[in-house]
């Protein structure tokens, strides 16, 4: 049965209708298609950055090897997030939304922020460092999740409902973008809007704050150089194979040489320095030259049963916050992961975002984790019917 917080809201009626529910054992669909993506990511982070890890650090798993320890510590904080009650994130999620921001601004901070690539967006020392972006996005989710579950209709009023919360992301997005990190700041963006349509946010109102925020957003991604290369690149990366487009000329041809069954586990040849960031934002085009059609297909395939999963979750859910922190949750990692595969197949605007529970990178895959582990908590308490 619920714990006796669980049973706890704001109106009799809902404390009447929780009574409609009862634990579940975890989804074991959902569970398993994160677990096959978790194991899938471990075999091609070490596939893909075998070459450099050796090339670098004289150790071919190198970077498997941090990867396990981030493993660890993700499935560490996941069994937390499955565990607790997950009406205590309504209560702390102004809190936890204010820490989020908190470390975008360290970032931002000299000597504080690691600089890397061009990129302030890493705080730690050494080979140690987490990526405050990551769990902004987290933080955001339950912000959001929080105040929809209390505002009921008020998100149809653009004032006093759609506005304040807009201004909140607009926030958050805005700090993303000063790191400059173009790619999370999108994704903060989409997460956020998703989230506000499934509360019932008017289409004419969630146009008006669109249209109002593109000029900005165009403005700043023509400003600077690079980004608007990656923009023209995007239309036509044929047009300078070896400059600007090289990055996807690069994985079209890894995805191209992998045909129906691929080149083989642990052969390709994009690996050995022909495709940069290749065990991080472009390991789905190594994954796609080693296992070919079938295998890309599969992950993308895995992605989908995790959205479908989470929107019947959702749907069961036992209160209001339970359904938007399942919806928040779920759209974080699926349009992350459909927006790093439409980069890697040119359909998308380079953006420098990892594929959630397979690419090399602790903070993304820690964050991924306890989204999983949250929905499938808000999964244990759904209706009987389902």
């Not at 601004?105 to 000299?110: G, T």
């Not at 929107?311 to 036992?318: T, V």
Request: aromatic residues 10%; glycine residues 10%.
């Amino acid at each position: 049965m619920h714990n006796a917080a669980l049973a706890r809201d704001s109106s009799g009626k809902d404390v009447a209708a929780r009574r409609a529910f009862v634990a579940h054992p975890p989804d074991a669909v959902l569970f398993s298609a994160v677990a096959m993506l978790v194991a899938i990511g471990l075999v091609m982070v070490f596939s893909a950055s075998s070459a450099e890890a050796y090339a670098m650090h004289r150790d071919a798993a190198y970077y498997l090897k941090r990867q396990l320890l981030w493993l660890a510590v993700g499935l560490c904080a996941g069994y937390v997030a499955y565990r607790i009650d997950y009406s205590v994130l309504r209560r702390c999620a102004p809190l936890l939304f204010l820490l989020s921001l908190g470390g975008l601004v360290a970032v931002l901070v000299p000597h504080v922020g690691v600089m890397v690539g061009g990129g302030r967006r890493w705080i730690g020392v050494g080979s140690i460092s987490f990526e405050p972006s990551e769990f902004a996005k987290l933080a955001l989710v339950i912000f959001l999740a929080a105040k929809l579950s209390a505002g009921g209709e008020r998100i149809r009023s653009l004032v006093n409902g759609l506005f304040p919360l807009c201004l909140a992301m607009g926030l958050a997005i805005v700090l993303v973008l000063k790191e400059p990190d173009m790619g999370t700041a999108s994704l903060l963006a989409l997460t956020g809007f998703t989230m506000l349509f499934v509360a019932g946010a008017r289409l004419e109102h969630l146009f008006m704050v669109a249209a109002a925020t593109v000029p900005f957003a165009v403005l700043m991604v023509l400003s600077k150089p690079y980004q608007r290369a990656r923009v023209l690149v995007f239309l036509d990366p044929w047009k300078d194979p070896q400059n600007n487009g090289f990055h996807i000329v690069q994985s079209l041809l890894a995805l191209g040489s992998g045909g129906l069954f691929g080149v083989g586990l642990g052969a390709s040849r994009a690996k050995f320095f022909y495709l940069p960031e290749q065990y991080t934002d472009f390991i789905f085009s190594i994954l796609g030259e080693e296992l070919g059609l079938i295998g890309a297909v599969a992950v993308i395939a895995l992605f989908v049963i995790i959205a479908y999963r989470a929107i019947r979750i959702a749907l069961a859910a036992p209160d209001r916050f339970g359904f938007f922190l399942a919806v928040g949750c779920a759209a974080m990692i699926v349009i992350q992961a459909f927006v790093n595969i439409g980069v890697v197949t040119s359909s998308w605007p380079v953006t420098g975002v990892p594929l959630p529970f397979v690419s090399f990178g602790g903070s993304s895959l820690v964050v991924s984790l306890i989204a999983a582990a949250l929905i499938i908590n808000v999964g244990r308490h759904r209706r009987i019917a389902q």
